[in-house]
């Protein structure tokens, strides 16, 4: 079936490096893409969009890649902060525009 | 602004109880939304609504109805509640109807536990 997956379930990195967060979607038809931060107890709040018809887009310290050959999609974070830490989902669209959601990929930094 | 408003943030059911869920948006927006999220499952849509006087079914929407009388305002009531339902419930709502150009806006959920 479709799905949205995320390679890596815990990342950690020193505070000040750069993160790398990765999603590997399975439909061909997905022509949008979210990035979503959720904070414990929290909501997920909304961080960057990138349509299909795109391969990256750059939003304050984050940078969403989209390689629609692979159906890879990643969230660059540069400078990572303590307060960056979280879980990240990535979520696509396709079928009448309804959301699919990865599982997520929780973000530890270290001071 | 108040963004989406979700009430009460803790509930504890017993089996076979009703309850509604609330959520409020001042946002204007015409989608609204229903999220269930449980560990390893990730988020799952339950209902979704368009505009006013619309709703449909998501994914789960089992043992859930849902209303939308007005923009703002858009209800998720158990009917009967089981263990299943033990879930955090999160609303979340887009300008547009189609979540093409427009992402979702989240509020802080509804922790929920049947017992």
């Known amino acids: 079936g479709e799905s949205v997956g995320l390679h890596l379930p815990t990342l950690s990195v020193q505070e000040g490096d750069n993160s790398i967060i990765n999603c590997a979607y399975s439909?061909?038809?997905?022509?949008?893409f979210i990035w979503y931060k959720q904070e414990s107890g929290k909501g997920p709040q909304f961080i960057i969009d990138?349509?299909?018809?795109?391969d990256k887009r750059q939003g304050q310290r984050v940078t969403v890649l989209l390689n629609k050959t692979v159906k890879h999609l990643s969230l660059q974070i540069a400078a990572t902060q303590p307060g960056d830490s979280a879980v990240y989902f990535c979520a696509e669209t396709f079928n009448k525009g309804k959301l699919i959601f990865g599982q997520g990929t929780e973000l530890s930094v270290k001071p | 602004n108040a963004g989406v408003t979700q009430t009460p943030k803790f509930q504890v059911l017993k089996t076979g109880q009703s309850m509604t869920l609330q959520c409020a948006q001042d946002m204007n927006h015409e989608y609204m939304s229903w999220y269930r999220q449980d560990p390893g499952m990730g988020l799952r849509l339950i209902h979704y609504s368009v505009g006013a006087g619309i709703t449909d079914q998501g994914e789960v929407p089992n043992g859930y109805n849902v209303s939308r009388s007005t923009t703002e305002d858009f209800p998720l009531r158990l009917l009967s509640a089981a263990p299943s339902q033990t879930s955090v419930y999160f609303c979340?709502?887009?300008?547009?109807?189609?979540?093409?150009?427009?992402?979702?806006?989240f509020g802080n959920g509804t922790r929920l536990t049947v017992t």
């Open positions: 439909n061909s038809a997905s022509d949008y």
């Open positions: 990138i349509r299909s018809n795109m």
């Open positions: 979340a709502s887009s300008s547009g109807t189609s979540r093409y150009n427009s992402p979702l806006h």
